[in-house]
């Protein structure tokens, strides 16, 4: 199987497992483009994804329409979301798509539970959760006690001069509407610490964002 190496140099725990390699299928192999939904609210969850290529990002969303990101997932990091599906028997309780080109690997549910009596598999399902609680208790923390403008700012730092992205997906990943964002994203613009561009935002003052980010 092609992926069988990348696998393994992504997920080292794999090769501890007795016979994983001989179990192998190439039709859990699954190709899927950007934008695609992986499931649902209410789906029930078919296996357990080891992703190889792309980002996934898992998030809520309210009856209006409104979106908060719980996490996203990158090669060699996997989904607390389905691994809590599977384990209670429980259908999803949030969302998933791809951000961008897909590859990725799913253990059905029989080979989850065959895993997960092993120690070492066992080891990283607990730090896969210790990780993505971090994560979302940093996430609480931020929308509970920072302003959204604060939130908008951070967001905005740290990807160089020029950050690519909507003020639909800044609205989706903030958990707010897209008429807010932009408003506060055009009050910054007028306060000269960026410059917007279709689909795009110049980073022009990127010290005076941090003043913003750092203003609880």
Known sequence: MPAQDELIAYYPVLASLPHFTDDLDERALLSIPAKISLFQEGDICHGFPL??????????????????????????????????????????????????????????????????QHPGFCHYILTLYSERVIDLMEQVENVAFRSLEARLAARLLGHGSTIHITHAQLARELGSVREIISRLLKRLETGGSIHLNRERIDIINPRALRQIAENL
């Open 51 to 116: 992703l190889l290529k792309g980002q996934i990002r898992v998030f809520k969303q309210s009856g209006n329409g409104r979106e908060i990101e719980l996490y996203r997932i990158e090669p060699g990091e996997s989904c607390i979301v389905s691994t809590t599906c599977l384990i209670q028997h429980t259908p999803y309780q949030a969302r998933a798509e791809t951000e961008t080109d897909t590859l990725l690997y799913q253990l059905n549910p029989t080979q989850f539970e065959h895993s997960l």
